[in-house]
C-alpha cells in the first residue's frame, strides 16, 4: 500500500516546493500509516501537473524553441538561445512528471472508483505523451512499479510502442468512465477534480481528443487513417468554450499561475516578443497580434508592438536599452490568473480540419478550419475572425499540401500564450519535407546558434539524474537534433 500525505492548502511553487520540508515539523507518529483520500491525490496529481505543463513545458526552453519569444533586454544570451543543451537542464521535469505526478495517478488507478481510475489513467496517457514527445523512448511498463514490485531502475520503453498503448489506456479508461456514469452508488469527484469539477462527460469528451491527438501525432511517418475515421465518426470531442481542458489559478499570492509565479514573483521575465512571431503576424494582419504582446511604452515605437530578432540581444539590440522600448508577453499570455490549459477546443478543431484534409473523414475540413480559428479568436477576446479567414484562402488551397501547411501555420499561431509546449511539438511534425513552412520560412537563425543555419532542436536530452541513477538502463545519450520517431 502507498503511504502518502499532502498538504493541499494551496497550489502555488512555494508550498509544493517545500512540502517534504515541513513534514519534518509535524508532531506525528512515525509509525502511523497515513493515508490520503483518493480526492486529495487527485487535486495533488493535478496540482504538479499544472505546474511542470507552464513551468517545465511551457516556458523551459519551449517557447522560445517556438520561436513566440527570444532572450531579451537584462539578460545576457543563454543556453537555450544558442540551442545548447546540457543533461540537468530537465532534472525538475522529468522527477515531477514521475516521482510526484505520474505516483499520485498510480495510485488512484487502483482506486475503488470507476470514476477516479478513469480519469487517473486519462491523465496518465496525457503525462505519458508529453514524456516521449520530448525525450523518445521513456520508462513507462516498468517505471511506477518500484514500490508494488521493487523495480527501482526500470526498463526504457520504444517511443512507437508506448504510443500504440496509450490508446489501449485511453480505451481502458472510457470503459471506466461509461461503468461510473452508469453506477449511483459509484463515488463521484468534485471541487478535487481541478480541471473538470468531477464531470464525467467532460472527461470523455478529453479522452478522445487526446486520442485523436495521439493518433494525428503519427501522421506524416506512420498514418492512422482508418482508427482516425472511425474516431471522428463515433467520438465526442471538445468543442467549445466549456470544454476548455485547464486548470484554474485564482490569481492571489501563493496561488498563482505558476509561469507568473516564477517570472514576475520571482526571478524576473527576461523575454520579449520575437520578430519571428510578430513579423509573420505583421504581414498577415492578424489582430491577435495586440493580445498575445504588451506593446512598447517608450522609445521610438511606443504604443506599438516591438519585437527582437530571434537571439539577437546585445547584437543587433543593445543590451543597455530600456526594457520598455520592446514589448513582453501580454496579460492575456502571463497573468497570476491565467489557466494552465492541458487541451483546448481551438486545438482540436484543427486536428479534425488535418484529418478531414488528410483521409476525408466525416468532418468538413473547412468548417473545421474556421471552427479553429473563430475559437480561438473568440477566447482571446480579438476582434475581425471573420475577414481574417477570409484572407487566409483556404478554399482556394491548390492541394492537401497547401491546406496541411495553413492549418500547421494558424495552429501554431493559436498556442501563442497558452499551448507553446504544443505549439513547438507541432512546428516538428508539421515541418513537412514538401514546404518546411518553419525551418525554411518562419523561423530565424540565432545568431549565436552553435547549430547550422536552419538547423533547429528537435528533442531533449535524457536528465542527468536520470543517467546516474539508472545508468545500466537508459539509452545512449541524444544529440538536441535526433528527431523522435513521428517527425519527419
Not at 533547429?456 to 536520470?466: G, I, K, N, V
Amino acid at each position: 500500500m502507498k503511504y502518502i500525505f499532502r498538504t493541499l492548502i494551496a497550489f502555488s511553487l512555494v508550498i509544493f516546493a517545500s512540502c517534504e520540508d515541513k513534514l519534518t515539523d509535524l508532531s506525528i507518529d512515525k509509525d502511523a500509516v497515513i493515508i490520503a483520500n483518493d480526492s486529495e491525490v487527485l487535486t495533488s496529481a493535478q496540482g504538479y501537473l499544472g505546474i511542470f505543463q507552464d513551468v517545465d513545458l511551457n516556458e523551459g526552453p519551449s517557447f522560445m524553441w517556438a520561436q513566440y519569444y527570444t532572450w531579451g533586454i537584462g539578460v545576457s544570451i543563454g543556453n537555450d538561445e544558442r540551442y545548447v543543451a546540457e543533461p540537468d537542464d530537465q532534472d525538475g521535469y522529468w522527477q515531477r512528471a514521475y516521482a510526484n505526478c505520474l505516483e499520485d495517478l498510480e495510485y488512484l488507478s487502483k482506486s475503488e472508483s470507476a470514476a477516479y481510475r478513469g480519469v487517473s489513467k486519462i491523465l496518465k496517457a496525457y503525462v505519458f505523451q508529453a514524456l516521449v514527445d520530448h525525450f523518445g523512448n521513456v520508462p513507462y511498463s516498468e517505471a511506477l512499479k518500484g514500490e508494488s514490485e521493487g523495480v527501482l531502475t526500470p526498463s526504457y520503453d520504444d517511443a512507437a510502442a508506448i504510443y500504440a498503448d496509450l490508446i489501449v489506456s485511453l480505451d481502458a479508461a472510457l470503459e471506466e468512465l461509461e461503468f461510473a456514469k452508469n453506477d449511483p452508488t459509484d463515488i463521484g469527484m468534485d471541487t478535487d477534480d481541478l480541471v473538470y469539477g468531477g464531470d464525467l462527460d467532460k472527461w470523455t469528451k478529453f479522452a478522445n481528443s487526446l486520442k485523436l491527438r495521439i493518433l494525428m501525432r503519427t501522421s506524416e511517418t506512420a498514418p492512422k487513417g482508418t482508427e482516425i475515421i472511425a474516431l471522428i465518426s463515433t467520438g465526442e470531442f471538445l468543442e467549445t468554450a466549456a470544454d476548455l481542458a485547464e486548470i484554474s489559478w485564482p490569481g492571489v499570492t501563493g496561488n498563482e499561475n505558476p509561469m507568473y509565479a516564477t517570472q514576475i514573483s520571482g526571478v524576473g521575465d527576461f523575454y520579449f516578443a520575437s520578430s519571428a512571431t510578430v513579423d509573420l503576424l505583421v504581414n498577415l494582419s492578424d489582430p491577435r497580434l495586440d493580445y498575445f504582446y504588451s506593446a512598447a511604452t517608450t522609445g521610438p515605437e511606443a504604443g506599438n508592438i516591438r519585437a527582437i530578432c530571434q537571439g539577437c540581444v546585445d547584437r543587433d539590440v543593445p543590451f543597455t536599452d530600456p526594457a520598455s522600448d520592446y514589448s513582453g508577453s501580454s496579460p492575456y499570455a502571463n497573468g497570476p490568473a491565467v489557466s494552465t490549459i492541458l487541451m483546448s477546443h481551438w486545438e482540436v478543431w484543427f486536428l479534425r480540419a488535418e484529418a478531414a484534409a488528410r483521409y476525408n473523414t466525416a468532418d468538413d475540413d473547412e468548417a473545421a478550419f474556421t471552427a479553429a480559428i473563430t475559437s480561438n479568436f473568440s477566447h482571446i477576446g480579438a476582434p475581425g475572425e471573420a475577414d481574417y479567414i477570409s484572407s487566409l484562402g483556404y478554399s482556394s488551397a491548390p492541394n492537401m499540401d497547401g491546406k496541411i501547411d495553413l492549418i500547421a501555420i494558424q495552429k501554431w499561431i493559436s498556442f501563442n500564450g497558452t499551448q507553446e509546449d504544443e505549439g513547438w511539438i507541432e512546428t516538428r511534425r508539421l515541418d513537412r519535407p514538401a514546404s518546411r513552412v518553419f525551418t525554411g520560412g518562419i523561423f530565424q537563425t540565432p545568431p549565436l546558434s552553435v547549430l547550422a543555419a536552419n538547423t533547429f532542436p528537435a528533442s531533449w536530452l535524457y536528465p542527468a539524474s536520470e543517467v546516474s541513477f539508472n545508468s545500466g538502463n537508459v539509452p545512449a545519450q541524444r544529440k538536441i537534433t535526433d528527431r523522435l520517431f513521428w517527425d519527419n
